[in-house]
C-alpha cells in the first residue's frame, strides 16, 4: 500500500507540475467558467423586478448559488475525455499499457491535479466575483457541514468516472468527438450549472433525479446555499455512490471489450 501511495504522489507531482508550465490553458478555460458566473446573476436580478422570490430563491440565493456553483464547478467538472480519446487515435495511449499503474488510477490522479491547479487560479477570480456582488453574499445562510465535502468530493469521482468511461468508446470509434458533444447538452441542463433544477418544470426535475448529472454539481450546490436539507443531502450521497459504482463497471466493461478492439498506430 505504501508503494501504491508513493506512486499516486509522484505521478500527482508530475502532473501538477506539467499543470503549472501549461497554466496558460488554465486561465482560457477559467475565463469560459467566470464570464457566466458574472453574466447569469446580472440576468436573473434584472429579472425579479421587485419581486420577493423565483421559484423560492431570493435575489441573494440566487447570485450565491450561481457563485458556489462557479466555484465547485473548476474541482468538481472533467473534461478528461478529450484528451483521451486524442491519445487513443493518435496512438500514445499504448504507452500506458506498459506503465506499472493502472489506466484507470493514472487517469483519475492526471485528473485531480488539474482540477487542484484550476481550483487554485479560480480564487482570485472568485475573490473578485464575491466583491461585485458583496451586497448579495449572505455568509450566514451558508451551510458547510460534512455533507457538502463528501458531497463535492464524491461529486469530483462522479464527473471523473463517467467520463473516463465514455472516454474508452474511442476504443471502438475512430471519432468520439461527436458522442462527448452529445454529452454537453443533458449535462448542462440537468446539473443545474445553467440554471437552478427548481426553476424546470416537474418532468424536466423527475429526470435529472434518475439521471447521475444533478449529482456531480447541484447536490454540493443546493447544500452549501440551504436549498437542500443536511439530511436529504445524506441519501442523495447514496445515489452518487450508486452512480460511482455503475459508472466504474461501466469503464471496467468498456475497457475489457475495447482493448480487443484497440491498434495502436500513430507515433
Do not use: C
Request: overall charge positive.
Amino acid at each position: 500500500m505504501s508503494i501504491a501511495i508513493r506512486k499516486w504522489g509522484a505521478l500527482f507531482s508530475a502532473y501538477f507540475q506539467d499543470g503549472l508550465a501549461y497554466r496558460a490553458s488554465g486561465y482560457i478555460w477559467l475565463m469560459t467558467d467566470a464570464i457566466p458566473a458574472l453574466i447569469m446573476p446580472l440576468v436573473w436580478l434584472s429579472a425579479y423586478n421587485g419581486r420577493p422570490a423565483i421559484a423560492g430563491y431570493s435575489p441573494s440565493q440566487m447570485v450565491m448559488y450561481y457563485l458556489v456553483m462557479v466555484t465547485i464547478t473548476n474541482f468538481i467538472t472533467s473534461h478528461l475525455m478529450w484528451e483521451i480519446a486524442m491519445e487513443i487515435k493518435e496512438g500514445f495511449f499504448s504507452v500506458y499499457l506498459v506503465r506499472p499503474i493502472s489506466f484507470f488510477q493514472h487517469q483519475f490522479i492526471r485528473n485531480l491535479a488539474w482540477r487542484t491547479i484550476r481550483t487554485g487560479i479560480f480564487l482570485p477570480v472568485g475573490f473578485v466575483l464575491l466583491m461585485i456582488f458583496k451586497e448579495y453574499v449572505q455568509w450566514g445562510n451558508f451551510y458547510l457541514g460534512w455533507q457538502v465535502w463528501v458531497a463535492i468530493l464524491l461529486g469530483h469521482t462522479l464527473s471523473f468516472t463517467l467520463v473516463f468511461a465514455m472516454s474508452l468508446l474511442a476504443l471502438w470509434l475512430q471519432e468520439a468527438h461527436s458522442v462527448y458533444e452529445l454529452y454537453y447538452i443533458p449535462s448542462l441542463f440537468l446539473s443545474g450549472q445553467l440554471v437552478p433544477l427548481s426553476i424546470l418544470p416537474t418532468w424536466a426535475l423527475g429526470i435529472s433525479a434518475i439521471l447521475p448529472f444533478r449529482y456531480t454539481l447541484a447536490l454540493p450546490t443546493e447544500l452549501i446555499v440551504g436549498r437542500l436539507s443536511p439530511e436529504a443531502g445524506t441519501q442523495q450521497i447514496l445515489i452518487q455512490l450508486i452512480w460511482i459504482t455503475i459508472a466504474v463497471i461501466a469503464g471496467q466493461f468498456l475497457w475489457r471489450k475495447g482493448l480487443k478492439h484497440y491498434t495502436g498506430v500513430g507515433q
